[in-house]
């Protein structure tokens, strides 16, 4: 799927890294060469060591911290943490066995980047192969569906527990399902991934999730849905939540009063804020059980938040020892990214991912500051984009981003070359937003459409919008004689060099433009209240029929779609209803969800993407960039290469629990 962007990354690591290794000695790079192959083991001893059964291993060991705790009766040994010997995971490895202690450490922007942390600890009942094409087991130990996928059968791992030591069981899978999902009482809908449409009607039906026993559940579909799994493995990852915990705050159980009482306890002036914190990002919560390698135990608001080995995790190395192999994971908090990259130069960070412009100093220092630099791949359409929402407040805006020739203004009115060459230097090369070729979706021209640099035609489109009188500065005025603005708002300034140059090519032809940079809190906020008139947000898209939400509007999430997500999570109680080609792509959903088969599906997803080649409702100005992922020399494990995207998790790819440190 990646082949070709493979390539190209080789490529481009290669050029920079001979020019980054020009005056470092033969001698030096045939030793770390070496150091490296004596600590992987031989292809073939991989190989054998990660197809080992679990109920091949006859001893099971675990963390000297662990032991102590053993022996001091305050845990079970780990024979008795670990689920029954035939349903325990065992990890496969990248490179070797490794040893316990250390701390990876991480730079994060603080609480507010509560995902940061996240993905790279989440366990999901499915998650994706290392190709990035398929799930596999991971909570659930495996599956049954029948021909027409209207049935599946849910398998869990027995004697599974939470991290406090409470068993995992179906009946956290039925609560979650009951009184969490279905309920809203962590503020997200019911997912897509549940539903399935009636061709005829166009009616959605519910799936039905039945409880057989204590391991075991069914799912029921009235319609086929061949992507069942794959779509929970991206929608909805864990599926499941600790019963005994929740039954302790959920209003139903503890009465309005006593959960407000609570709520305000753990600092939430109200319970709906309080529920959506606990029930959706649970993970920054040491009161909360979990099924991760880390368990919270400090304040995410500190400026070290630290995440501790859990006792209880459910899956061991092919040697039987118990991951997580390393102490702690912590993310320690910066103040701007630059602070991220000084802070890898000098050591204090052991991994951690980076953009791609931070690529030349990293790999210039790699030697001197004692870590590896690797370049994942990613899902990118762009590098440098601006998504325009077409639902704005604003009604003379949004009569003009609604219309294809304002996007194509904007889209030529702006030198390529030059964002390429002063934005990503000279690395990503001038393109529109589009699926990259080698990945599901590409489309033969879209990357380039749009990309003339033309401001002459830019202006003669404006003009025939209707907006072609201009006041003494310049600017188009509206009929009101108002000036033509457009508020590009943004979470933070890693984009503002990028901003400044879109700010002078719109303004060149006549477009105002104002820069507001607000906290990332802010920001999140202003786009579920469709406060948000323009953005970057770089989009990634794997597969938009495992997730479509960043093409298709069905939810709150990307940014040029506005409201239009919120008519279709409230069932057209709120938002803004698609028309036009925006429609199309809802109706196209509908018709791929339908689908009873995985070819059919793959047909209405390429129109979906024609649509979006159509239309460009994401402006791109350059190509995608891999992803930089920077870990210390002494930390194995980690891959030098993954398809570093939202739906696969980006670090949690390279699954952390297997990093380990050497002395």
């Excluded at 639902?391 to 949004?398: A, E, I, K, M």
Aim: with cysteine; net charge negative.
């Amino acid at each position: 799927m990646v082949k070709r962007m493979r390539w190209i990354t080789m490529l481009l690591f290669m050029c920079l890294f001979l020019t980054a290794c020009m005056n470092t000695p033969a001698e030096q790079v045939g030793e770390t060469q070496e150091t490296e192959e004596n600590q992987a083991i031989s292809d073939q001893e991989l190989l054998e060591l990660n197809a080992v059964n679990p109920e091949d291993i006859e001893v099971f060991s675990e963390a000297p911290e662990l032991i102590e705790l053993v022996e001091s009766g305050e845990i079970p040994s780990v024979e008795e943490r670990l689920p029954v010997p035939e349903d325990i995971m065992v990890e496969q490895i990248e490179n070797s066995i490794g040893q316990y202690g250390g701390n990876l450490v991480t730079p994060w922007e603080g609480a507010d980047s509560k995902w940061l942390i996240g993905k790279p600890t989440e366990e999901a009942l499915f998650r994706f192969n290392e190709a990035g094409d398929d799930i596999e087991p991971n909570v659930a130990k495996g599956y049954e569906v029948n021909e027409d996928a209207t049935e599946y059968i849910i398998y869990l791992r027995e004697g599974m527990k939470w991290s406090d030591g409470e068993p995992f069981t179906t009946d956290d899978v039925l609560f979650y399902w009951e009184h969490m999902l279905q309920k809203e009482t962590f503020g997200k809908s019911v997912y897509d991934a549940y539903y399935t449409i009636d061709p005829e009607t166009n009616e959605r039906h519910l799936a039905e999730i039945t409880k057989i026993d204590d391991y075991t559940f069914r799912v029921v579909h009235a319609f086929p849905s061949p992507n069942f799994l794959k779509r929970v493995a991206i929608d909805n990852k864990w599926f499941f939540a600790p019963e005994h915990f929740h039954k302790t705050i959920l209003p139903e159980f503890v009465g309005e009063d006593k959960a407000l009482e609570i709520a305000q306890e753990w600092g939430f002036s109200d319970v709906n804020s309080f529920l959506q914190e606990t029930g959706y990002y649970y993970w920054v919560y040491e009161e909360i059980p979990t099924l991760r390698a880390w368990v919270a135990s400090n304040d995410p608001h500190s400026e070290e938040f630290v995440m501790k080995r859990n006792p209880y995790y459910w899956k061991v190395d092919p040697e039987g020892q118990q991951l997580p192999y390393t102490d702690n994971f912590i993310a320690s908090k910066i103040q701007d990214p630059s602070q991220g990259v000084l802070g890898v130069l000098s050591g204090e960070f052991t991994i951690g991912h980076f953009s791609m412009t931070d690529f030349p100093v990293l790999k210039e220092n790699e030697e001197k500051g004692g870590y590896q630099v690797f370049t994942w791949p990613t899902a990118q359409m762009a590098s440098t984009t601006i998504q325009l929402n077409q639902t704005t407040q604003n009604d003379n805006l949004r009569e003009l981003v609604q219309d294809i020739r304002f996007r194509e203004a904007l889209s030529i009115a702006v030198d390529r070359q030059q964002i390429s060459e002063i934005v990503t230097n000279g690395i990503a090369e001038p393109g529109q937003a589009a699926v990259p070729e080698g990945l599901v979706g590409y489309q033969e021209g879209w990357a380039e459409k749009w990309t003339d640099y033309d401001p002459d035609q830019a202006e003669q489109l404006l003009d025939e919008l209707g907006i072609s009188e201009k006041n003494a500065e310049g600017f188009r005025l509206y009929e009101d004689d108002s000036v033509v603005t457009l508020t590009i708002m943004e979470p933070n300034q890693d984009n503002s060099e990028f901003l400044e140059l879109i700010k002078d090519a719109y303004e060149n032809v006549g477009v105002k433009v104002n820069l507001n940079y607000v906290d990332s809190g802010t920001f999140q906020d202003r786009k579920y209240s469709n406060q948000v008139e323009a953005t970057t947000e770089n989009p990634m898209i794997t597969n938009v029929a495992l997730r479509p939400e960043v093409l298709v509007p069905l939810r709150v999430l990307t940014p040029w779609q506005g409201n239009y997500g919120l008519h279709r999570e409230t069932g057209g109680e709120n938002g803004t209803e698609p028309q036009d080609d925006v429609a199309m792509l809802v109706e196209n959903w509908d018709r791929l969800i339908s689908s009873p088969n995985e070819e059919e599906a793959s047909e209405w997803a390429d129109k979906i993407y024609q649509l979006h080649m159509e239309n460009q409702w994401i402006l791109g100005y350059t190509g995608p960039m891999p992803q930089i992922v920077v870990a210390a020399n002494h930390l194995h494990n980690v891959p030098q290469e993954r398809i570093f995207a939202d739906e696969l998790r980006e670090l949690g790819h390279g699954r952390p629990a297997q990093f380990y440190f050497s002395e």
